[in-house]
């Protein structure tokens, strides 16, 4: 079996990777919070888990993966403050809390569908598991790491020497409002494990504890639902960079504490997606979804060929200009595909090369490399690049076999008139300077005698 390495972050080394069991990989990654649409941001975070796992399955391995549904505690603050975000989209969307997650759920789902993310094993929402998220609670305290304030059960971090291990943060210098409010908690870095909901609560979702009626902690659910369907210590545990601070350090140390083991062996975070300059957030309010990409006649995919031009371990800057250029090369490599015959014979050649790059820590945009290489070796014949450029995307995730040639968008028809009126009035530089804005978009105009043509760029 090939090798594969990743860059550790607990380690922060780039590593063999050794699984557990032999052939076998113990995959965790943290899902969405379903509050609301996810942006284009979140998608590429489950986009680069999808091509991880793919990589993994190219080489042999059985893929055991588990995502979390966060459908309850996660607060408008990561100082364990604010509201809870499914509670207070309630309001907004004047829904119960139940049906805000289950409509978000389903959109999430969609989406990922849409960016050809294969689906994990098992989807587990963080309300299937609060019986073992109180028991987990239960062995914490049993063990002396949680103590009581005003709103909650919270864990003591000072009781552990190597909090922190995962960020590397000098936490010790951090102080009342550096991250968190203090309130009554010990220690800057303590975190809730349980919830009081307030008096006269109007939530949809609370339970009753041995602490007292309210709700789970954020981080408790990937513990539990890790442990439960994984076991502990398991092999990878993915998420977002913005989660190496608190939330995957918190569940590391309620997860060694509670059951004095390793929680993963291995941990790989995904830079952000960026726009002027900042991260995308959906608290923002100015995320882009695959909805706008739709609105636009942009294909999903193409954010996904976007997504591959960039290595996850650094930002992925994003433009319209970017994503429409992705989708005209999207388009152009499936058009062209599209040509070749079928029954070709795959390339070890360059299945050899691909798959020495995309095993050294998923390299997306050197493994993209060799596809538009193949394109143009000329010594290979036309339905070979097609069989060996098709059994590559079976990590890379296009879904180039099912690819069909899009329609013209209508804005474009719309240019190309206007375009057509512009060369009738004999206005000839608005009709260049509108064929150039057509080319800029993917699209060739082609004149004949007394009508013109619309094709893609080729």
Same mark, same amino acid.
């Given at each position: 079996m090939n090798k594969i390495y990743l860059s550790n972050t607990i380690t922060k080394k780039k590593e063999e990777f050794i699984p557990i069991k032999k052939n076998r990989v113990g995959f965790y990654s943290c899902g969405p919070t379903v509050y609301a649409y996810p942006h284009i941001g979140n998608m590429r975070t489950y986009i680069?888990? /999808?091509? =991880?796992?793919?990589? &993994? +399955?190219?080489?042999?391995?059985? +893929?055991?993966?588990?995502?979390?549904?966060? /459908?309850?505690?996660? !607060?408008?603050? *990561? $100082?364990?403050?604010?509201? *809870?975000? !499914?509670?207070? $989209?309630? !309001?907004?969307?004047?829904?119960?809390?139940?049906?805000? $997650?289950?409509y978000y759920t389903d959109i999430f789902k969609d989406y990922s569908n849409q960016l050809n993310i294969l689906p994990p094993t098992k989807y587990v929402r963080a309300t299937d598991c609060i019986k073992q998220q109180i028991k @987990?609670?239960?062995?914490? *305290?049993k063990k002396g790491y949680i103590y009581k304030t005003k709103d909650g059960m919270y864990f003591d971090t000072s009781k552990l020497k190597d909090y922190g291990k995962l960020s590397g943060q000098d936490l010790k210098s951090l102080k009342a409002g550096a991250r968190i409010d203090m309130? /009554?908690?010990?220690?800057?870095?303590?975190?809730? #494990?349980?919830? &009081?909901?307030p008096e006269n609560s109007q939530r949809d979702m609370e339970w009753k504890s041995p602490w007292g009626i309210g709700f789970p902690g954020w981080h408790l659910e990937c513990s539990v639902i890790s442990t439960k369907y994984l076991s502990q210590p398991f092999d990878i545990h993915t998420g977002g960079i913005e989660h190496i601070p608190i939330h995957h350090t918190n569940e590391i140390a309620q997860s060694e504490a509670a059951y004095g083991k390793k929680m993963a062996n291995y941990w790989i975070h995904f830079e952000h997606l960026i726009m002027r300059e900042a991260k995308m957030s959906k608290s923002s309010g100015d995320s882009i979804t695959l909805n706008n990409l739709k609105e636009k006649n942009i294909n999903p995919l193409a954010l996904r060929y976007l997504t591959l031009q960039t290595h996850y371990s650094k930002h992925l800057e994003f433009s319209w200009d970017s994503l429409?250029?992705?989708?005209? $090369?999207?388009?152009? @490599?499936?058009?062209? !595909?599209?040509? &070749?015959?079928?029954n070709g014979?795959?390339?070890?050649?360059?299945?050899?090369? &691909?798959?020495? #790059?995309?095993?050294?820590?998923i390299n997306t945009p050197q493994a993209l490399a060799i596809i538009w290489t193949i394109m143009k070796d000329d010594n290979i014949k036309d339905e070979d690049k097609k069989a060996t450029i098709?059994?590559? *995307?079976? #990590? @890379?995730? =296009?879904? @180039?076999?099912m690819y069909e040639v899009p329609e013209i968008p209508t804005n474009i028809i719309e240019l190309a008139d206007k375009r057509w009126q512009a060369k009738k009035n004999k206005e000839w530089d608005i009709a260049d300077n509108l064929r150039k804005e057509i080319f800029s978009k993917g699209y060739t105009i082609k004149d004949l005698a007394d009508k013109y043509i619309?094709?893609?760029? /080729?």
């Open positions: 680069m888990n /999808d091509i =991880l796992k793919r990589t &993994f +399955v190219f080489n042999g391995y059985i +893929v055991k993966h588990i995502m979390n549904i966060t /459908d309850v505690g996660h !607060l408008t603050s *990561d $100082a364990d403050s604010g509201e *809870d975000k !499914l509670e207070k $989209a309630k !309001l907004k969307e004047k829904k119960s809390a139940w049906d805000i $997650a289950k @987990l609670v239960k062995i914490l *305290d309130a /009554d908690k010990k220690n800057p870095t303590d975190f809730s #494990v349980w919830k &009081f909901s429409n250029a992705a989708y005209i $090369a999207y388009n152009k @490599l499936g058009n062209k !595909l599209s040509t &070749f015959d079928n014979t795959v390339n070890m050649k360059y299945i050899n090369k &691909f798959n020495s #790059v995309i095993n050294d820590d098709y059994s590559i *995307d079976n #990590v @890379l995730g =296009l879904n @180039l076999e619309i094709i893609a760029n /080729d």
